[in-house]
Nanobody, 121 residues
Framework: EVQLGESGGGLVQPGGSLRLSCVAS????????MSWVRQAPGKGLEWVSG????????NYADSVKGRFTISKDNAKNTLYLHVNSLKPEDTAVYYC??????????????WGQGTQVTVSS
């Protein structure tokens, strides 16, 4: 059974930082691309960042480029998202998402339960 478990969210002041983690199990983590997708209150889903199976190809939404960093530790079956210089508009539930194959825009088949990030003073 595929499982994705996010953690690391919380309440942070504008300009602050967090490290989101996603521990994966039930599939060969090193052979799939992964992504982070978020949903702000009252809004639709927004793709935030993706990483290929090997962790060598990264991409980011324009809204987070230069502030967020995605990484993948295949030895620990863990996906990370370092979020820096947080803004109130980054407030959202952040989901860890498994891709269908090695490329992060190939489509998604499993989602985690999400972790809440709230940016407020």
């Amino acid at each position: 059974e595929v499982q994705l478990g996010e953690s690391g969210g919380g309440l942070v002041q504008p300009g602050g930082s967090l490290r989101l983690s996603c521990v994966a199990s039930g599939f060969s983590f090193s052979t799939y691309a992964m992504s982070w997708v978020r949903q702000a209150p009252g809004k639709g889903l927004e793709w935030v960042s993706g990483i290929d199976d090997a962790g060598s190809l990264l991409n980011y939404a324009d809204s987070v480029k230069g502030r967020f960093t995605i990484s993948k530790d295949n030895a620990k079956n863990t996906l990370y998202l370092h979020v820096n210089s947080l803004k109130p508009e980054d407030t959202a539930v952040y989901y860890c998402v498994k891709s269908l194959d090695t490329y992060f825009h190939a489509g998604y088949d499993y989602w985690g339960q999400g972790t809440q990030v709230t940016v407020s003073s």
